[in-house]
């Protein structure tokens, strides 16, 4: 059989189109839009509960809590029932509205004003290493946003679990040359109250409850 250079330059283009065709699958997937428990895409300057989709002893949706009286607050859990303190997320790519998978975001507790000493920020971060403990804890101070190897830290990620539940991972993505950990974000305790730090299980899995109120009356929402 005869392969002329038509026949070569076809099988070209066909390979071509069902290499792209493969790629734009996998960034699809991999761009895909984290859904709150009513399968609406979840939105970056929108409030949303973060809870427990294991009801009972899985505890419920998640707050912020001073251990020790020392600062900066810590990420915790209130108990079952309980919808805690709700979160706002923020996209390293600030011209997308939409949290999707696999993407380095920002999350930041939405608290109303209430006595504290902690005048830090309520943005998410990786702690330094707790050598007492052996933990990489998830607390608050973080960054707000400028994405690059000053805010390594304060660079979160979706994932699906299954279904509407989804999990967070620690594996940032905003500096492509700075070396960072990569790892589940599982529970823990610090001896007082259930915490969050990294981890090599599996996760927890979490839904998202969208807030049908704005910030600024979240106080008398929570009555915190």
């Not at 933990?135 to 101070?141: A, F, L």
């Not at 299954?162 to 950990?181: D, I, M, N, Q």
Request: aromatic share 12%; with cysteine.
């Amino acid at each position: 059989m005869k392969i002329t250079t038509a026949s070569v330059f076809l099988l070209f283009i066909i390979f071509s189109v069902t290499l792209s065709s493969f790629f734009f699958g996998v960034a699809n997937a991999t761009n895909e839009p984290v859904l709150d428990i009513d399968g609406n895409e979840v939105q970056t300057g929108t409030l949303y509960f973060v809870v427990s989709t294991i009801w009972g002893a899985g505890g419920g949706g998640l707050d912020v809590a001073m251990p020790g009286n020392t600062c900066p607050e810590v990420v915790t859990q209130r108990r079952s029932g309980d919808n805690g303190i709700p979160v706002m997320f923020s996209n390293s790519d600030s011209n997308d509205g939409i949290v999707r998978l696999s993407s380095d975001i920002n999350i930041e507790f939405i608290v109303p004003p209430r006595p504290t000493i902690c005048l830090t920020t309520k943005v998410w971060k990786v702690s330094n290493y707790d050598h007492s403990a052996g933990k990489w804890w998830v607390i608050t101070d973080g960054v707000k946003g400028n994405p690059g190897p000053n805010t390594l830290t304060s660079w979160f990620r979706i994932e699906k679990v299954s279904g509407l539940a989804y999990k967070f991972k620690y594996c940032p993505t905003v500096c492509g040359t700075c070396p960072a950990l990569c790892n589940e974000i599982g529970k823990d305790s610090d001896g007082e109250r259930v915490r969050f730090a990294l981890s090599t299980g599996p996760g927890w899995p979490f839904s998202f409850k969208k807030v049908e109120r704005s910030a600024m009356d979240i106080q008398q929402v929570f009555h915190i």
